[in-house]
């Protein structure tokens, strides 16, 4: 059976009993039963006997697509909460022609009951109206994050490759410029974030020819 096995952050290798050529199509299996058809693409490791391959979907679901349903899961949550605000809001105004003309409670009067038990229900739905407001506005906090991670390109995907390339050329010329002073210093530690930059992409551009080359 072939698994699932963490590599770096964001990349899962099949690990596997068997070896595989690059291409073929294989069932990887999840911690919770699951099997997804996956494509190999390059031997990673080999260790204890077992084979560890880059792989993606068949299907093609990446990174993005997950972060994709979250924002459709966390949008669909927000107009439910929204709408059980209102209708808690909606319910709140009941007796409001009454409530409005400001008659006190008549202690001891027949409609006392009545009377607390309209304004404790009220009160009530009001609440209720504000709580599910507060989860509406949590849920659409969290869109906007899974919104940004749905552009989102990392070494899970081979696209990573043409997109580490891209940007490590970037990085350089930022560094280049600030070097050589066509590129304004913002403060004095400028050049060591450049530098920073640059390692750091090379690092995973690294990573992503020998998951994707």
């Known amino acids: 059976m072939n698994t699932y096995s963490k590599f770096v952050p964001n990349v899962y290798l099949a690990k596997c009993t068997e070896k595989h050529e690059k291409g073929e199509t294989i069932q990887v299996t999840t911690q919770y039963g699951k099997e997804n058809e996956c494509i190999v693409f390059n031997l990673i490791a080999e260790k204890e006997g077992f084979y560890y391959y880059s792989i993606v979907r068949a299907d093609g679901f990446n990174a993005q697509d997950f972060a ?11 107009l439910n909460a929204e709408k059980k605000s209102n209708q808690y809001w909606e319910a709140s105004n009941e007796g409001k022609d009454f409530l409005s003309l400001g008659e006190p409670i008549k202690i001891g009067h027949h409609s006392e009951k009545r009377h607390r038990a309209l304004i404790e229900r009220n009160s009530k739905r009001m609440s209720k109206s504000v709580e599910f407001s507060k989860k509406a506005e949590s849920y659409e906090d969290r869109v906007s994050y899974w919104e940004k991670r749905a552009k989102t390109i990392n070494l899970s995907m081979p696209e990573s490759l043409e997109f580490y390339e891209y940007e490590l050329e970037k ?3 930022k560094h280049e410029g600030l070097k050589n002073g066509t590129i304004e210093k913002r403060h004095s530690y400028s050049l060591t974030y450049a530098k920073k930059e640059v390692n750091e992409i090379t690092n995973k551009l690294k990573l992503a020819h020998k998951l994707w080359a």
């Open 68 to 78: 994709n349903r979250k924002v459709e899961r966390l949008q669909n949550a927000a």
């Open 171 to 173: 990085a350089k010329a």
